[in-house]
């Protein structure tokens, strides 16, 4: 079992910037890819960033790609989540997640955070 938990939503203007942390705890984090995805109200989850297992790799969605970076920090079993330039559609609660393998797919992720909202106003 590997619990996360996540931390670091608020409140922003529009071109403001937000960094999100996901604490992990119980199995080695190290053997786990990230990510992170995001859902808005009346939205399916969707895919923001994911990270391998050494921070070597890492995949955007387009809507984010340029804005937000993704990283980890093995000695500390933390994920993060910088976000920058942040618009109002970027307004959901954000999900971390760990897979053995990073990906897209909300259905390749095992294990999920409960979430921290972020909310951008215009």
């Known amino acids: 079992q590997v619990q996360l938990e996540e931390s670091g939503g608020g409140l922003v203007q529009a071109g403001g910037s937000l960094r999100l942390s996901c604490a992990a705890s119980?199995?080695?984090?190290?053997?786990?890819?990230m990510g992170w995805f995001r859902q808005a109200p009346g939205k399916e989850r969707e895919f923001v960033a994911a990270?391998?297992?050494?921070?070597?790799?890492?995949y955007y969605a387009d809507a984010v790609k340029g804005r937000f970076t993704i990283s980890r920090d093995n000695a500390k079993n933390t994920a993060y989540l910088q976000m920058n330039s942040l618009k109002p559609e970027d307004t959901a609660g954000y999900y971390c997640?760990?897979?053995?393998?990073?990906?897209?797919?909300?259905?390749?992720?095992?294990?999920w955070g409960r979430g921290t909202q972020v909310t951008v106003s215009s």
């Open positions: 119980g199995r080695t984090f190290s053997n786990y890819a």
């Open positions: 997640a760990a897979a053995r393998f990073p990906g897209s797919s909300v259905a390749g992720y095992d294990y």
């Open positions: 990270i391998s297992w050494t921070g070597s790799s890492t």
